[in-house]
T-cell receptor
Framework: NAGVTQTPKFQVLKTGQSMTLQCAQD?????MSWYRQDPGMGLRLIHY???????DQGEVPNGYNVSRSTTEDFPLRLLSAAPSQTSVYFC?????????FGQGTRLTVV | RKEVEQDPGPFNVPEGATVAFNCTYS??????FFWYRQDCRKEPKLLMS???SGNEDGRFTAQLNRASQYISLLIRDSKLSDSATYLC???????????FGKGTLLTVNP
């Protein structure tokens, strides 16, 4: 049982580049979300989805897009990377009381 | 006022010590409460849910006071393996959006 799989684990981007962080879960959970974690800031919600075809903004959505075409996948797109988006990104899925997180993507924008 | 506030820490305690973490939340409509544990450079994982009646899991005891909007976690007989960051997490309920505190780093020393 893989749980939540995120790729890539590490990424370095140049300012202005775009990329997609992949997230897949095999637990058939309806709810999926993306967080970023910065030193001293805790985890902050970027975007979330309550089911296929439904997405909504979280606390810090600017500069990111998401889509949810299937229950399993919830990719996060960085439209034009900025140094302020240097962070650790976590995808999570949940159904009920517990959220399961992917291993994270460490993104550096130079 | 931040939605979820935790003791800033860090806490450094000797093995065998008892350590308590405190957390307050601002949204009185919050429905679900959790403690997550995050090891260094790893993803958060659920440690335990928190109920109004209080709940215990081995050396760990969690308490919730809805009137005071206060959550606590007590760790007895600390082990080296308890060293981690402890995250207080609150959910609004219906769509499982999680709001995280910034976390409190615990180091248990031999």
């Amino acid at each position: 049982n893989a749980g939540v799989t995120q790729t890539p684990k590490f990424q370095v981007l140049k300012t202005g580049q775009s990329m997609t962080l992949q997230c897949a879960q095999d637990m058939n959970h309806e709810y999926m979300s993306w967080y970023r974690q910065d030193p001293g800031m805790g985890l902050r919600l970027i975007h979330y989805s309550v089911g296929a075809g439904i997405t909504d903004q979280g606390e810090v959505p600017n500069g990111y897009n998401v889509s949810r075409s299937t229950t399993e996948d919830f990719p996060l797109r960085l439209l034009s990377a900025a140094p302020s988006q240097t962070s650790v990104y976590f995808c999570a899925s949940s159904e009920g009381r517990e959220a399961f997180f992917g291993q994270g993507t460490r993104l550096t924008v130079v | 006022r931040k939605e979820v506030e935790q003791d800033p820490g860090p806490f450094n305690v000797p093995e065998g010590a008892t350590v308590a973490f405190n957390c307050t939340y601002s949204n009185s409509a919050s429905q679900s409460f959790f403690w997550y544990r995050q090891d260094c450079r790893k993803e958060p994982k659920l440690l335990m849910s928190v109920y109004s009646s209080g709940n215990e899991d081995g050396r760990f005891t969690a308490q919730l006071n809805r009137a005071s909007q206060y959550i606590s976690l007590l760790i007895r007989d600390s082990k080296l393996s308890d060293s981690a960051t402890y995250l207080c997490v609150v959910s609004g309920g219906s769509n499982y959006k999680l709001t995280f505190g910034k976390g409190t780093l615990l180091t248990v020393n031999p």
